[in-house]
């Protein structure tokens, strides 16, 4: 076997291979011979059909899989004997074998990974968000609880931040209908997000059977392109309000939360305790994101076009299951705009590539005793936590995911260590995403 080297690009090569036909032959007629001793054909007893009646029915099939495997035999040695690290999937184009040719040539053009260096986090700042659970963020927590189970009741009064406003639009541009641009009798609660604030700021102070006419601006981001940017007029009919009423924080409230005997002291240390765990995520997974991002804005890197069209298609799939999950369907011939994926696919790409490269040089491995603590700590949500952590135990690969992020923290511990910390309050509401 003979291998030949390219450079096309910094990272794009090409292996051009000449294998001598005597071995692709030979191998051939091997396979032919242990063919013909277990092969059956009419006519014939088992293991006493003649070589030449195998080759005559088998021979083209057989010579097909010998040069496959010999493409992928001899590429792989090639690699390893040129020390090359490929990444994604070869392109292999084999030159059409004439007649008595006495050699196999095929070329195979690849990208290899890049050698990276990661940079210097010393002068880079990285700031850790900071909150203690107190007696406040329980209050509000138990308040928004309390909300989430709000019952409804008609009132003869202006709608207010809170209500729930039974209405019937219509929304035109330029005199057309749109997606989504009318509706009769629906539910709105004022104030929960779910449409634009400027829709929701316009019923305020309505009475049930009043109807009011008034213009909004989509925003140029707004995620119906067919509307962004573009002002509709809506006319809306209010057929009723309701009031929100709260329940009571009483003994009743707390068994509704799982307190069998209804102490109210246990149901605040309880909300306290999944407060605390869940502020400890959400500060853990900031962190994360602004150290992730650091070692990105350091490194220089070139990710290989290959691992980010695998992302993307990776990305494409799970957008077209998630839209599946909410009962959007998607037609199987339709594609959604790649443009949509690359960003985050070049994003996700180049960070493993970075985080590969810092958890082998750095000895940053996932150690069973970090693995067993983080199981340990999940369990503990349940209710029989060393059931949790047999059950993972039982079947090595439901701890795969564990492991990973078991790698991802001892990466974000060794970034805080070699940059500069500085620890900053954050707001209750911020880091929760409470609105209200």
Known sequence: MQANLETLGRLERRLSVVVPIAEIESEVENRLKRLSRTVKLHGFRPGKVPLKVVAQQFGSQVRQEVLGATLEKSFGDAVRQQNLRVAGYPRFEAKPLAEGASQFEYSATFEVYPDIAVGDLSQITIGRPVLVVGEPEVDKTIEIMRKQRATFEPAERAAEQGDRLTITYRGTIDDNEFSGSSARDQAVVL??????????????????????????????????????????????????????????????????????????????????????????????????????????????IEAPKSLVEAEVQRLHKLARHDLAGRGLQVKEDTRLPVELFEKRAQRRVSLGLILAELVQT????????????????????????EEVVKWFYQAPERLREIDSAVVEDNVVAWALAAAKVEDTAIAFDELMGNQQ
């Open 191 to 300: 104030g929960d997000g779910r449409r634009l604030p400027d829709f929701d700021k316009r019923l305020l102070g309505m009475k049930a059977g009043e109807v009011k006419t008034f213009e909004l601006r989509f925003p140029d981001d707004y995620h119906g392109k067919e509307v962004a940017g573009k002002t509709a007029r809506f006319e809306v009919t209010v057929a009723q309000i309701a009031v929100p009423g709260l329940p009571a924080l009483d003994a009743e409230f707390a068994k509704k939360l799982g307190v069998a005997d209804g102490d109210l002291a246990k149901m605040r240390a309880e909300v306290k305790a999944n407060l605390e765990r869940e502020v400890k995520v959400r500060l853990k997974n900031r962190v994360k994101d602004r150290v992730m991002q650091a070692l990105l804005d350091v490194t220089r």
């Open 362 to 385: 750095h000895n940053l491995y996932a150690k069973p005793e970090q693995v067993r603590a983080v199981v340990e700590e999940q369990a503990q949500s349940y209710e029989h936590p």
